[in-house]
């Protein structure tokens, strides 16, 4: 099994501040991906990365996969309240698809 | 389009007793999952079905039981409920593109054991 290690567990920031979330691992990944949770509801996929190097941009949003694909990290620049929630990065892309998430970051960006 | 609905959304059960936790997608996806989400765990996975007609074991499969019931649906049993087994309950379903797995989950059962 795959052990995802995410950084920082929780993070509190103000509005317009940057952010970088991190997801590493001592196993090599076939895929990552990377979701967004809500209280109450379940993730939602923001993005999947596959090859070693790979920058994906989504608004605000950087991701990036290591050369290695070891890790990952998340960028958010000019965090917005809207941007609130659990992140979480899954490896996988193994047998039919199965995924190991990590245990997530907490973000929280006040007004 | 619904996408994966789950059943019920909240539910208390006392130690011991048993009920089923019910999901159904209508995305024509072949593979479904069910996961538990725990405080500072993340997602574990108890359960997935490849394929109609199939299923295995996840990471955390002890005191579960599922059901691929049908293309759509996949169900999770509880014979005798304990209360470790309270926590949050995910469906997902995905079908492969282009070589990765895009999950779509449900949102969510919360389940107190007391």
């Known amino acids: 099994t795959q052990l995802l290690e995410q950084s920082p567990q929780f993070l509190s920031i103000q509005e317009g501040e940057n952010l970088t979330v991190y997801c590493n691992s001592s196993?090599?990944?076939?895929?990552l991906q990377w979701y967004r949770q809500e209280p109450g509801e379940g993730p939602v996929l923001l993005v999947t990365?596959?090859?070693?190097?790979e920058v994906k941009k989504l608004k605000r949003l950087t991701f990036q996969f290591g050369d290695a694909r070891k890790d990952s990290s998340l960028h958010i620049t000019a965090a917005q309240p809207g941007d609130t929630g659990l992140y979480l990065c899954?490896?996988?892309?193994?047998?039919?698809?199965?995924?190991?998430f990590g245990q997530g970051t907490i973000l929280t960006v006040h007004p | 389009n619904a996408g994966v609905t789950q059943t019920p959304k909240f539910q208390v059960l006392k130690t011991g007793q048993s009920m089923t936790l019910q999901c159904a997608q209508d995305?024509?996806?072949?593979?479904m999952y069910w996961y538990r989400q725990d405080p500072g765990m993340g997602l574990r996975l108890i359960y997935y079905?490849?394929?109609?007609?199939?299923?295995d074991k996840g990471e955390v499969p002890n005191g579960y039981n599922v059901s691929r019931l049908n293309k759509r649906e996949f169900s999770l049993r509880l014979e005798s409920a304990a209360p470790s087994q309270t926590s949050v309950y995910f469906c997902?379903?995905?079908?492969?593109?282009?070589?990765?797995?895009?999950?779509?989950f449900g949102s969510g059962t919360r389940l107190t054991v007391v």
């Open positions: 997902a379903s995905s079908q492969q593109t282009q070589g990765y797995y895009g999950y779509t």
């Open positions: 196993s090599v990944f076939s895929s």
């Open positions: 990365v596959v090859t070693g190097g």
């Open positions: 899954a490896a996988g892309g193994t047998s039919y698809g199965k995924l190991t």
């Open positions: 995305m024509n996806h072949n593979s």
């Open positions: 079905s490849a394929s109609e007609g199939t299923t």
